[in-house]
């Protein structure tokens, strides 16, 4: 797994540049806001993605933008992205149908150091949509069983019906390999699980044994400083704790300047950064509190 700018000169780098074809093979609905599609490259090579890359979607007259893979670089016939319905080029794959097609540059950036991660205990800790590009880390170590100590997922959605990938998070419950734990902020009268806000189950009902953990988290950028306390608490330390940062990504590239964090790049030194890295740079995670939090 390497980011863009680490490929070697003599590398065949066109689809880092130049868009090339990728196939809808299947599109499902997740929640009133996210469609998953499933897509697979027209030249029918595979994009050697890792874990928290991501890679840029285009669709003429629409425009181009980054989206993270939530699929597992396991499962190599195809690729999965989720899209949220915020802009016109979301909206506009909102309506792709089974055999349209879309441009795709990458994979980019620095995903999950899944390597490092080997042989330690993970803890996957989700908000939101946080779980889409997560999962496809969760799937790499379902896949890769053997490879990992214990398997703990912790996944917090405002409602029962924003929660996503249903179907993955009951085949991930019934695993007698995982432990998981979902909650929502908000129940409704069908809801019988936990409610309250992801850092209470984080808290209250998962013990780690820090030394050996690895920490990955994805979710609204309010949750970070409140996760990274709960684990500090529990004997973490920061270099072992993981942030995804998906923040205003745009060319991909390190050329445009939209995501640059000081002196470092989120689409191409991140967009997953380990805690000890963000440390210091204020406007990783302190700023993005509320106005009553930062105090």
């Known amino acids: 797994m390497r980011a863009a700018d680490e490929l070697p000169v003599t590398e065949d780098i066109t689809r880092f540049y130049r868009p090339e074809l990728a196939r809808v093979i299947a599109k499902q609905r997740l929640s009133e806001m996210m469609v998953l599609l499933r897509l697979q490259l027209n030249s029918a090579e595979t994009l050697d993605h890792g874990p928290g890359q991501f890679l840029q979607i285009s669709l003429p007259g629409y425009g181009e933008a980054p989206i993270s893979f939530c699929s597992s670089p396991t499962r190599t016939e195809s690729f999965e992205i989720c899209v949220a319905a915020v802009g016109n080029l979301s909206q506009a794959m909102h309506h792709l149908r089974p055999g349209d097609f ?5 994979p980019y950036g620095h995903g999950f150091p899944v390597n490092d991660m080997r042989g330690r205990d993970i ?25 990992f100590g214990r398997m703990i997922l912790v996944y917090g959605a405002r409602k029962p019906g924003e929660r996503l990938f249903k179907d993955d998070l009951a085949v ?124």
Not at 123 to 145: E, F, K, M, Q, W
Not at 193 to 213: F, K, Q, W, Y
Not at 236 to 249: C, G, N, P, T
Request: charged share 30%; proline share 5%.
């Open 123 to 147: 803890l996957c800790i989700a908000g939101g949509i946080g779980l889409a590009p997560l999962r496809s880390l969760i799937n790499y170590v379902a896949d890769r069983r053997s490879e």
């Open 102 to 106: 879309v441009g795709v540059r990458g």
């Open 172 to 295: 991930w419950d019934a695993r007698d390999d995982f432990e998981t734990r979902y909650t929502v902020d908000e129940a409704d009268a069908d809801w019988t699980g936990r409610t309250g806000v992801v850092t209470i189950p984080l808290r209250d009902e998962v013990e780690i044994d820090p030394g050996r953990t690895t920490a990955a988290v994805v979710g609204p950028p309010v949750m970070y400083r409140f996760v990274a306390a709960e684990l500090l608490e529990k004997g973490m330390v920061a270099e072992d704790i993981l942030f995804s940062l998906e923040r205003r990504f745009k060319c991909g590239m390190g050329k445009c300047g939209h995501c640059q964090l000081n002196d470092l790049y989120v689409c191409q030194d991140g967009p997953v950064f380990r805690y000890s890295q963000l440390l210091g740079r204020s406007e990783a995670i302190e700023v993005w509190a509320p106005e009553d939090e930062r105090k």
